[in-house]
């Protein structure tokens, strides 16, 4: 059964912090790793996307993957009130197929 | 907007009745899916088609029925639905089987509540 865990949360965080994400996943041979942002009554969206060891950055969000320790996290710095949101993880396995975590909950309050 | 639509964007219907759910993509990918996501559960992948050929049916029960007419439009055709179907349904869709790095793209969803 592969799976893809993450602490529900909420996670909250001061306004101008730093969040941090974090998502483990059972499937070794997982290639491709995903970040989606879904807000209430919301479809999810791509935040980030990661296929190789180390830290990927965009704008305010890192990536990071470890395939070793199985574990992919997201960063967001200077959090602010829009990005309150569930994050989810996605890890693709197979071809064509994504595994989701249930979602981290984020706060950022002002 | 991603360039994937859904419709309708709520529906509710009775045990009895039949319905589809309609999604189109205007991003030239191959792939579709449809999920299906529940309240405090994982979203859940329901069937994949590549090509307009169904490539993956995840136990889901018959009551849920897909259709693929092209690689643009995937419905999903609903009959005898239970209460417990009620949740959000989601469409998406990829350029399809190539480097396994394929981006999925989401839809708004159809909010679906079975009385």
């Known amino acids: 059964q592969k799976e893809v865990e993450q602490n529900s949360g909420p996670l909250s965080v001061p306004e101008g912090a730093i969040a941090s994400l974090n998502c483990t996943y059972s499937d070794r041979g997982s290639q491709s790793f995903f970040w989606y942002r879904q807000y209430s009554g919301k479809s999810p969206e791509l935040i980030m996307s990661i296929y190789s060891n180390g830290d990927k950055e965009d704008g305010r969000f890192t990536a990071q993957l470890n395939k070793a320790s199985q574990y992919v996290s997201l960063l967001i710095r200077d959090s602010q009130p829009s990005d309150s949101a569930t994050y989810l993880c996605?890890?693709?396995?197979?071809?064509?197929?994504?595994?989701f975590g249930t979602g981290t909950r984020l706060q950022v309050f002002p | 907007e991603t360039g994937v639509t859904q419709t309708p964007r709520h529906l509710v219907m009775g045990m009895t009745n039949k319905k589809s759910l309609k999604c189109e993509q205007h991003l030239g990918h191959n792939a579709m899916y449809w999920y299906k996501q529940s309240a405090k559960k994982p979203l859940e992948l329901m069937f994949v088609?590549?090509?307009?050929?169904?490539?993956e049916n995840n136990s889901v029960p018959s009551r849920f029925s897909p259709e693929c007419p092209n690689s643009s439009h995937l419905f999903l055709h609903l009959h005898t639905l239970q209460p417990e179907d009620s949740a959000l349904y989601l469409c998406?869709?990829?350029?399809?089987?190539?480097?396994?790095?394929?981006?999925?793209?989401f839809g708004p969803g159809t909010r679906l509540l079975v009385l």
């Open positions: 996605a890890v693709k396995y197979d071809t064509d197929k994504l595994i």
């Open positions: 088609y590549n090509f307009k050929e169904q490539t």
């Open positions: 998406a869709s990829s350029q399809g089987v190539t480097s396994g790095q394929e981006t999925q793209y």
